[in-house]
C-alpha cells in the first residue's frame, strides 16, 4: 500500500483514510448485501453472474479490513491527535472481530447447498454487523464529510491514496 510508505500522517491525512475505509467498507457491504438479495431462493450455481458479484464484494470486504489494518498497524502507535486514539486504541480488537465474523459468514456461504432465506439472512447479520464493530470511523467519516469543499487538500489527497490502494487490490 503506497499510503504505509508515507513517512508519517497528519490529522487531516489520517481522517481522509477513515473516510476511505469507512465509505469502501459500506460500498462493499451494501454490494455483498444487495447479491445475496438477488440469490436468495437459488441453489448453488444457478445465477453464476450473481455468485461472481457476490464473491468480489464479500471477499472486498475482507480486504478494506484488511488494508484497513495494514494502516492502523504501521501509523496508530505513532499518532499523536486526541480525536485518533479512540479509533487507533480499539480498532485491533475491532479489526479481529470483523475478521471473525466475515470467516464464519463466508464459512457458512461456503458450505450451504444453496441460498435459503435463513442462510442469507444470517449472513446479512453478519454484514450488519461488521459494519457496527466500524462505527465510530462511520462517524468520524460523516462529520469530516460535512465539511464537503472546505476539506484540508491533506484531507482529500489522503483519501484519494487509501481509495487508490483499495483500488489496486
Known sequence: MRITRFISLSEPQFFGCVAAFADSLTGELNSASAALRRLEGQPKGAAFAFEMTLDRHRYG???????????????????????ARSIVDTAPERIRSAETVLEKANRLMDSADGYSGAMV???????QTVEGLFGE???????????????AEDYRSARRVFLEDLAAR
Do not use: K, T, Y
Open 137 to 151: 470511523e462511520r462517524r468520524a467519516a460523516e462529520q469530516d464529510a460535512a465539511l464537503g469543499p472546505l476539506a
Open 61 to 83: 470486504v475482507s480486504i478494506v479490513v484488511d488494508r484497513w489494518g495494514s494502516l492502523i498497524g504501521a501509523f496508530g502507535p505513532h499518532l499523536p491527535f486526541d480525536r
Open 121 to 127: 439472512a444470517a449472513c446479512q447479520l453478519a454484514f
